[in-house]
């Protein structure tokens, strides 16, 4: 396979239900209740499926919304990656307190009113949620270790579902994209600029996971002093960005 190309694969996923362990089978997704988390700093974790415009009902602050992708051949960028549509990750956080994990603002309230549907980067009106709601113990300081510890406690979480999207047969795709990096020799050169978060906290990013929009293996832009980083147009367009914002 070029080098150039990047396939992504799309599953559509019509159903979300909770049982013992991932399974994904006719269009439908099981996922498992029980989530690992250290009990040193969190008090609970909950694991809840919520359904398509079932949305009037008080969350904590939404600190993501996340979508599930796995890579099957490649890095990010080049290769195959398999994709769920339909389905999204949307990650919250308080503590015992009531006090929101945010750093400037938050958005607590009821979910329809706080989350905006059928715009680049969001749900659309049918999808459903996979929703981690995550509580923090009372005294942890809202640093950026803990932020972190979040992000990567639902990040293990999702990885549970890429290993089985893995293994399935490409054949079975509701849809197959291809994208390419072409070379025009003797044209102009086009680089689009986007500023991202990094003073830290809740303002941080993660570049070059192992896994689209994934945690693990990711580099922070704090810790890269924030310097600027060339991405190509498919390295972006599989995840290699994961804004912790």
Known sequence: MSKERLQIKAFHIKNVVLGKKVKIENNELIIPTEIEYDKNIFESVEVKVIKPREHDFYVNTIMDIVPI???VLGRLGEGITH??????MLLTGANTKGEQMHEFGSSEG???EQLVLNKAGSPADNDYLIHIDVIIKPD???DRALAFSIFELSDVYLQNIREVMKVLSGRDADEVHEFYNPKNPGKPKVALVKEVAGQGMMYDNQLFPMEPSGIDKGISIIDMNNMPVLLTANEY???AIRAMV
């Open 69 to 71: 992708s796995t890579k």
């Open 83 to 88: 994709t769920l549509t339909g389905v999204y």
């Open 110 to 112: 009821i979910l329809k």
């Open 140 to 142: 942890m300081d809202f």
């Open 237 to 239: 367009r599989d995840g």
